[in-house]
């Protein structure tokens, strides 16, 4: 019988993104599976149940109940968890490490659970990849909200009442976001530098025209990633940071090293040296911070008048393109198991392997399964 693939409303508060666009529909039937849609499913990201003329567009809970696959942004709730059918499959940015209860609930009910997070960052799962394409979106938005919120133009401009001078912006952290950050500000038309602890990044963002900023530490790590600096490359990077950021209009933070806390990079007293009107935005609000000062889904204004904004969910704020990019990265992954309308698991392709977190009533990723033993 034909794989039933399903997409339901996301219940999380602010969360407008949804798993299944009709374009990716379409593509999961012509693999022969059966695709169902909670109604209303796509309407926060401007998705119209008639659209989804692939679709069997289901009332209520059904839905999810009728799920041999289900495809979520948010993690699905302890609720809807009770209300999968035992042994169904659940692929979503599942964000195991938050709630070890859900993983527990996921085990105990023996769903299939992947969280497209863990995805080995190779290159064959680039268009899988979440983690990257939400990131752009955030980069994207970050920038936005930090040119709304200046005091000031971006660009250069010369006019009848005198020439403007552009606003400096510094992006610090230079992956995914931060090169979408960088890349954004450029066509606003500001001066832009970027900074990484990787130094093959300056190569990347000197390709977008904005200027690398040197202070001194490299923190090259395994896989693509930043290892966490030492103390004494921290102190080197922290002075030269803090003089630097008293010329800057403009901060957008990206910082991040997986599976710790956000690196602090911009302590109290660097925005205190700040001039007034400047700007911090921090994506990394949500995993601890990359400013001292952030907190997530908060504007903070600092005594000397810096503004430091902490993101919340970035990527919910452009649901359509989001959610474009979100859901093909869902299907390239479905693909892989999705055979003549039936799902497959191969669990010799390390793809599907170190996704997954459980699995048969047993929990396959290893950190989390020590989160749910300490419950
Ligand atoms: P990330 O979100 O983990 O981190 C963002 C950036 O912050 C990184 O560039 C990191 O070096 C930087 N950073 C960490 N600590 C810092 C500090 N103290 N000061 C300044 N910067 C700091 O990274 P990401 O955007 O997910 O990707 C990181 C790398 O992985 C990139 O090179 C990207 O191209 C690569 N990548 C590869 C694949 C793939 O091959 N499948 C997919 C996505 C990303």
Request: glycine letters at 8%; aromatic letters at 4%.
């Amino acid at each position: 019988m034909a794989t039933t693939v399903a997409a339901v409303r996301e219940t999380v508060p602010g969360e407008r993104r949804v798993s299944l666009t009709p374009e990716v529909a379409k593509k999961v039937k012509a693999r022969g599976a059966r695709v169902v849609l909670q109604d209303g499913a796509g309407a926060s990201a401007y998705f119209a149940d008639a659209a989804y003329i692939d679709c069997e567009v289901l009332d209520g809970s059904a839905a999810l109940a009728q799920a041999d696959v289900l495809l979520t942004v948010q993690p699905p709730s302890l609720e809807e968890i009770s209300r999968l059918k035992e042994g169904a499959v659940v692929i979503g940015h599942l964000q195991p490490h938050l709630v070890p209860e859900r993983t527990k609930a996921l085990r105990d009910r023996r769903i299939t659970s992947f969280a497209m997070e863990l995805l080995p960052r190779t290159t064959r799962a680039q268009a899988m990849d979440v983690l990257s394409s939400q990131a752009a979106v955030a980069g994207y938005k970050a920038v936005l909200i930090a040119a709304e919120a200046a005091p000031k133009f971006f660009p250069m401009l010369t006019t009848a009442a005198g020439t403007i001078r552009p606003s400096k912006v510094l992006i610090v952290g230079a992956g995914v976001a931060g090169l979408q950050a960088i890349a954004t500000a450029r066509r606003l038309g500001a001066q832009v530098e970027g900074f990484d602890v990787r130094p093959e990044t300056r190569e990347q963002i000197e390709s977008l025209g904005a200027k690398f900023l040197d202070l001194g530490v490299s923190a090259a790590g395994s896989g693509g990633y930043a290892r966490e600096l030492t103390q004494e490359e921290r102190d080197t990077q922290q002075q030269a940071l803090a003089d630097h950021l008293k010329g800057i209009d403009v901060v957008v933070t990206t910082a991040a090293v997986p599976g710790r806390k956000a690196p602090r990079i911009i302590s109290s007293a660097m925005v205190a040296g700040m001039k007034p009107g400047s700007v911090i935005v921090d994506i990394a609000a949500e995993s601890g911070g990359n400013c001292e000062l952030s907190e997530a889904g908060k504007t903070i204004v600092s005594a000397n008048g810096v503004s430091v904004i902490g993101t919340f969910n970035l990527p919910a704020s452009a649901p359509v393109h989001a959610s474009e990019m979100y859901a093909r990265n869902l299907y390239n992954f479905l693909e892989l198991s999705l055979k003549d309308g039936v799902l497959t698991l191969d669990w010799s392709d390390e793809l599907i392997a170190k996704t997954c977190v459980t699995h048969a009533g047993e929990i396959k990723h290893e950190p989390t399964k020590l989160l749910v033993e300490a419950l």
